[in-house]
Structures are given as C-alpha cells and as structure tokens.
C-alpha cells in the first residue's frame, strides 16, 4: 500500500502575522500517546513554528510544548456507570475549556483527540462559533452508536481516521475525513527484538539479564482506575493459576504501570499475590509498555489501544474486559461486531480470544494463554497476519496530520 500523499501547507504571508493557536484535547494516556507526534510534527513546518498550543493534554503532549490547563486524569474514565460518578467534575471541566475558547483564548483551530463523549460536545460549540474543529480517531461508528454520525456531521469540520475502511463511511455521510494511520505503526519495527528489550528491561528493573529467560508473559490490566478496579484482580489471580499449572517452567510475569496514580493499587495486589506465593516472579515497570510487550512470549491484556501495540509487535494475546453490569447490558445493546478487540477488528475475525465479563475467570484466561504456548504453528501463522496489519497501518501519522492541522489554519486565516 502507497503512502499518503502529504497535504500542501500553505504560507500565511508576511512575519507580521500573529503565532498561530492549536487547542487541542486527549482525554486518556493513548490520546497523549496519539497526539504528542502531532504537536512534533508542527514544529517542523515553518509556518507553524512556534505554535502556541493549549487545552488538555497528558506528559507526552506537554514535552512537546503543550500547555495543559486541567488534569488530563480527570477525562479518564470507561463506561456509563464510571462516568456517571466522574460526571460532575466532566461538565464543568468541558464548560470552563468551551468558556475560555470562546473568549480570551479563542484558537485558529480545534483538535479534538479521541474521547468523543467529551470533544464532540466541545467541537459543536466551538464549530457554531465560527472556530474550524478537527477530530483525530473517529468514535467506533462501525461497531456500535452508529447515530453518531449525525452529532459528527454537526460538530467535525474533518475527521482523520486512522484506520483505512472508515474514510468510506465519511465519504457516504457527506463529511470531510482523511486516512493518517496509525501512529503507533510507524513507532514500532516490522521485526522485533526481544533480547534487546529484555536486556533494557533488566536495566530498569535492575535485575540479572538471567532473570527474563525463561517465558516472559506481558500483563497489561489497563490505563485507567476503573480497568485496575475490575480486571486486575483477576489477572493477578489467572498469574498465580497459571504459574501453579506451568510449575516446571521457567516463567516471569511483567506488568507495565500504564500512569503513576495506578501504582499504590497495582502494588497492593502484587503484595497480596507475593504472600500467598512467594515463589512467582512478577515485575513491576513504570511504564516501557513497548518493551514489556517486545520482551514476552505470550501477552494478558485489557480491550483498549494497548491491543494494537501487542499485534504491531507480532505477539500472541488473550484479550479481556469487566466492567459493571449495567454498563455491560447497555453495551451489548448497542453493538453490531461481534469482537471488542482491536486485533480482531481490524482483521475481520477472530484471530485471538476474547473472555469478557463472566468468561473473564483465571481458569479460561489461563487456559487460553497456554494455547498459544502449545501452538507454535498457530503463533507463526498469526505474525504473518499481524505483519500485514502493520503494513496496512503504517503512515507518516504525525505528519500528516500535522500538515491537515496547519492547512485548516491557513485557509481559515484567509477568511
């Protein structure tokens, strides 16, 4: 598959010009992670350089120059029953950022990352004033909330997609969409190294390069409170049955902590797993996902980003999910694929397992794990897939956008 062709960028003519202004908004680690090359990328176009940009954004978006205004913690939340307790603090959160767009910090445009149920609101407003607004990762339209659209139309000048069918489905609503990849694509090799990320790894942990040998299995219980809250636990406790039922193997468990206010509740189920079993060796990382992920040989993890990052490196994964029943009920009614799972999606089918909520126990989520360490050929069979996948995804992402951000501005200062 071609690249892209780059968008022109046009000039705003004389110096004289006022710096040009981005707000931008992610509301979760991985729209940080989306959005940091973005801001990277403008500084590199010389009509953008030294773009003033605002809004809320986490520790990536902020190394690059950004200017955070509110906690970007406060937007993570998943599920209706989550979000209904975090609700307050939301609104008042999007009512302040609408207040200050409007008024004294009015941008040349508005780019909305990911959390639709947030940005969308933030983007009408804003679009009704007369401030273009662009919304990076379309909201899962195509698999479930399809009526979306119709707030989309209202509310987005441009939605850049960063999976390739979904441009069809703007193109039919009549709405504006650019195909930029994914990111992450380009972030991460078409070949792995795990003895290099292993040997990174010990260096962090300051453990023997010994330590890792023997099978390293990547447990990734997710990026948010409510994920530690509900999925975690049974991880911590699919670890200790699967360690008991690959007793004479050599085996270590690593979880990557996705933020730090996750830590205290990570390493209060570390402590209670160590006491009752000593002999399991389990590591915890503050951050270096890419390296835990690199590092193993077969992958735990909860339904979100961190899926994808796990196929781009080729790694077999058992995917899982529990939330809330009610949320769970509300969900199901509004779905229309029959997988959650990144992987899954974007491959069509079922190429890993997925154990949500009541299938989500340590006997199925252990047994499913050693599958795969059983099943070399299916291992082989399913890194040719993902390899394709990664093709498919591979875009200069930051760029691209970058160069669709710096047209929109342009063209708005012409009117």
């Excluded at 690249?3 to 729209?31: H, Y």
């Excluded at 029943?325 to 397992?353: D, H, S």
């Amino acid at each position: 598959m071609t690249l892209s062709p780059p968008l022109p960028v046009a000039s705003f003519g004389n110096t004289g010009d006022a710096l040009p202004k981005l707000a931008c908004v992610a509301g979760e680690p991985s729209g940080d992670l989306l959005a940091a090359p973005v801001l990277s990328a403008l500084n590199q176009i010389p009509d953008m350089a030294g773009i003033e940009v605002y809004g809320i954004g986490g520790p990536r978006m902020q190394a690059e120059g950004m200017r955070s205004d509110w906690p970007m913690e406060t937007l993570s939340v998943r599920g209706y029953v989550e979000a209904i307790k975090q609700l307050p603090a939301i609104l008042k959160v999007r009512k302040e950022l609408i207040h200050q767009l409007l008024g004294h910090d009015r941008p040349d445009v508005f780019l909305g990352v990911d959390a639709p149920d947030f940005n969308l609101g933030v983007e009408l407003k804003l679009r009704q004033a007369g401030i273009p607004t662009m919304h990076l990762v379309s909201p899962s339209i195509w698999a479930w909330r399809a009526g979306r659209i119709k707030k989309i139309a209202q509310a987005v000048d441009r939605m850049l997609c960063i999976f390739p069918f979904e441009t069809k489905i703007y193109d039919a609503a009549g709405i504006a969409s650019t195909y930029v990849g994914h990111p992450i694509a380009s972030e991460i090799p078409l070949e792995p190294n795990p003895q290099v990320a292993k040997e990174k790894l010990c260096h962090r942990l300051h453990i023997s390069a010994q330590a890792l040998d023997g099978l390293v299995v990547a447990v990734l219980p997710g990026s948010r409170t409510s994920e530690i809250e509900f999925i975690a636990p049974v991880f911590f406790k699919t670890i200790e049955l699967l360690a008991e039922q690959l007793k004479g193997q050599k085996l270590c468990f690593v979880i990557p902590v996705a933020a730090p206010h996750l830590r205290s509740a990570l390493e209060r189920l570390l402590q209670e797993t160590k006491h009752s079993h000593p002999e399991i060796q389990i590591y915890l990382v503050d951050g270096m996902a890419d390296e835990v992920l690199e590092s193993s040989d077969v992958v735990l993890i909860a339904s979100g980003t961190a899926t994808l990052q796990a196929a781009l490196w080729k790694k077999p994964m058992v995917i899982s999910y529990k939330v809330p029943w009610l949320t769970a009920q509300i969900m199901k009614r509004q779905g229309y694929l029959p997988y959650v799972g990144l992987p899954n999606i974007l491959c069509g089918e079922f190429v890993v397992p997925e154990l949500l909520q009541d299938d989500a126990t340590p006997e199925k989520l252990s047994k499913a794990l050693q599958d795969w360490l059983n099943n070399p050929a299916k291992v082989s069979s399913l890194k040719d897939r993902f390899a394709q996948l990664h093709e498919s995804l591979r875009r200069p992402t930051g760029l691209l956008v970058a160069q669709a951000v710096a047209q929109t501005i342009a063209n708005h200062k012409k009117h």
